[in-house]
Nanobody, 114 residues
Framework: QVQLQESGPGLVKSSQTLFLTCTVF??????????WSWIRQVPGKGLEWIGS???????YYGPSLKSRTSLSRDTSKNQVTLQLHSVTPEDTAVYYC??????WGQGTQVTVSS
């Protein structure tokens, strides 16, 4: 059974870089055809796809945050990571890690202070 767990700071200051980690349990992140995604939900808005890391390590980015996002992985720790640069209070959201259509983490609340 695949399980995902997000971790990172709950509070970040404006202009800083948000760094989140997703630890995957039950399957290797290099499993063939697996993709590991970051999604967020800003208060009062729908879900927004941030980007994904494929089993090959290739990264894909959503259009709205592409210029400020960096995705990476650590296969030795079975983790995928998200860096969101130059955050503003508009980046306050619940951030989720997921293997889409299969499993989601519980989400982690991130608040950006001005």
């Amino acid at each position: 059974q695949v399980q995902l767990q997000e971790s990172g700071p709950g509070l970040v200051k404006s202009s800083q870089t948000l760094f989140l980690t997703c630890t995957v349990f039950g399957v290797s992140i290099t499993t063939n055809n697996a993709a590991w995604s970051w999604i967020r939900q800003v208060p009062g808005k729908g879900l927004e796809w941030i980007g994904s890391v494929a089993d090959t390590g290739r990264t894909y980015y959503g259009p709205s945050l592409k210029s400020r996002t960096s995705l990476s992985r650590d296969t030795s720790k079975n983790q995928v990571t998200l860096q969101l640069h130059s955050v503003t209070p508009e980046d306050t959201a619940v951030y989720y890690c997921a293997r889409l259509a299969q499993a989601w983490g519980q989400g982690t609340q991130v608040t950006v202070s001005s």
